[in-house]
């Protein structure tokens, strides 16, 4: 009686093992057949798992639907996900590509999002955001000349869509970015002019405008600029910083501390504001920066005593010179 048990119960084992098996096998093949976008070189984001659990998305429409979505909700991984099965499910969906692109380009991703551009580019080569998303890369990795002719194109590709463009302000932002790098100033302002006539209250914009009349030593158009940065947005720190520095080169010390204290702290203000004097030959206002700096933070901020020395060797040696700044 016993044995017949151990029989009866080995034999419903076995069936039992033989079922799994068949329905691993069913299963491992089906998520080997619809999960290629989870072992996709366009994927890089965390164990797709979860997605995969999920009903994957039947038609390319669908799957960019969900993308989409995923993207405005932040879920980026989920979004790349979608992105890269809507590639699938059609090999000639340039948007699909497009948000691939995107999504690398903003993680840092930049081979990944370059791939993801030609791509795009060798199923149409008249994609305006693909052209613009290759500049965005070759300016990431300072090849300005690369990244110039991409812009370029976009620009002209873009207008012909929309001559409201989203991406057109960040586009001639960055040219005015690159001939700023050039110092052909009057271009820069330029390119710094049409992004501000799309986009009037763009603070990155307004900032890189006063940058490049701060360059030039145009401290009041610079003050307007950063001003106009900070009206839009009260609380962006590299027009405060800039706007600080601003006031530093005219003397204006008391004015550019504050400025400088709204994005970092009061010792690396003092030390900014030394820095300024000290390259301007303003030697003991730029000792008296820094010992400030140093007497407010002296246990941690090495980088204001060092430039204390460097100005007391400049004194020491020829107060009166600038050349050997």
Same mark, same amino acid.
């Given at each position: 009686?016993l044995k017949t048990t151990?029989?009866?119960?080995?034999?419903?084992?076995?069936?039992?093992?033989?079922?799994?098996?068949?329905?691993?096998?069913?299963?491992?093949?089906?998520?080997?057949?619809?999960?290629?976008?989870?072992?996709?070189?366009? +994927?890089?984001?965390?164990?797709?798992?979860?997605?995969?659990?999920?009903?994957?998305?039947? =038609?390319?429409?669908?799957?960019?639907?969900?993308?989409?979505?995923?993207?405005?909700?932040?879920?980026?991984?989920?979004?790349?996900?979608?992105?890269?099965?809507?590639?699938?499910?059609?090999?000639?969906? =340039? &948007?699909?590509?497009?948000?691939?692109?995107?999504?690398?380009?903003?993680?840092?991703?930049?081979?990944?999002?370059?791939?993801?551009?030609?791509?795009?580019?060798?199923?149409?080569?008249?994609?305006?955001?693909?052209?613009?998303?290759?500049?965005?890369?070759?300016?990431?990795?300072?090849?300005?000349?690369?990244?110039?002719?991409?812009?370029?194109?976009?620009?002209?590709?873009?207008?012909?869509?929309?001559?409201?463009?989203?991406?057109?302000?960040?586009?001639?932002?960055?040219?005015?970015?690159?001939?700023?790098?050039?110092?052909?100033?009057?271009?820069?302002?330029?390119?710094?002019?049409? &992004?501000?006539?799309?986009?009037?209250?763009?603070?990155?914009?307004?900032?890189?405008?006063?940058?490049?009349?701060?360059?030039?030593?145009?401290?009041?158009?610079?003050?307007?600029?950063?001003?106009?940065?900070?009206?839009?947005?009260?609380? +962006?720190?590299?027009?405060?910083?800039?706007?600080?520095? =601003?006031?530093?080169?005219?003397?204006?010390?008391?004015?550019?501390?504050?400025?400088?204290?709204?994005?970092?702290?009061?010792?690396?203000?003092?030390?900014?504001?030394?820095?300024?004097?000290?390259?301007?030959?303003?030697?003991?206002?730029?000792?008296?920066?820094?010992?400030?700096?140093?007497?407010?933070?002296?246990?941690?901020?090495?980088?204001?005593?060092?430039n204390l020395t460097r100005?007391?060797?400049?004194?020491?040696?020829?107060?009166? =010179?600038?050349?050997?700044?």
């Open positions: 009686m151990l029989q009866s119960g080995s034999t419903r084992l076995l069936a039992l093992s033989l079922c799994l098996l068949i329905l691993g096998g069913c299963a491992g093949n089906g998520t080997k057949e619809e999960s290629s976008a989870a072992q996709s070189d366009f +994927y890089n984001g965390k164990a797709a798992l979860p997605f995969l659990a999920e009903q994957l998305a039947k =038609t390319p429409e669908e799957a960019m639907v969900w993308a989409n979505n995923a993207l405005q909700s932040g879920d980026g991984d989920r979004a790349l996900f979608n992105y890269i099965r809507a590639y699938e499910l059609d090999e000639e969906h =340039t &948007a699909a590509l497009l948000g691939i692109g995107e999504i690398h380009y903003k993680r840092g991703n930049y081979a990944i999002s370059q791939k993801a551009y030609d791509r795009a580019l060798a199923i149409n080569p008249d994609l305006g955001e693909a052209h613009h998303g290759q500049g965005m890369i070759h300016l990431h990795r300072k090849a300005y000349s690369m990244a110039e002719e991409s812009l370029k194109k976009s620009i002209i590709l873009l207008l012909q869509e929309n001559q409201k463009h989203p991406l057109l302000v960040d586009t001639y932002n960055s040219l005015g970015i690159i001939s700023d790098l050039r110092s052909d100033f009057p271009l820069a302002m330029l390119y710094y002019k049409e &992004a501000e006539q799309l986009d009037p209250r763009n603070p990155v914009v307004a900032n890189n405008l006063g940058y490049s009349h701060y360059m030039q030593e145009q401290w009041s158009s610079a003050e307007a600029a950063f001003s106009r940065a900070l009206k839009s947005n009260s609380k +962006y720190s590299p027009a405060w910083r800039n706007l600080g520095l =601003t006031y530093a080169r005219q003397q204006r010390y008391d004015e550019a501390l504050y400025a400088l204290e709204q994005a970092m702290s009061q010792h690396q203000a003092y030390n900014d504001i030394g820095y300024i004097c000290m390259i301007s030959g303003h030697y003991q206002d730029a000792a008296r920066f820094f010992r400030k700096a140093i007497d407010t933070n002296p246990k941690y901020y090495q980088v204001a005593q060092q100005v007391k060797r400049l004194l020491a040696s020829d107060p009166n =010179t600038r050349s050997k700044l």
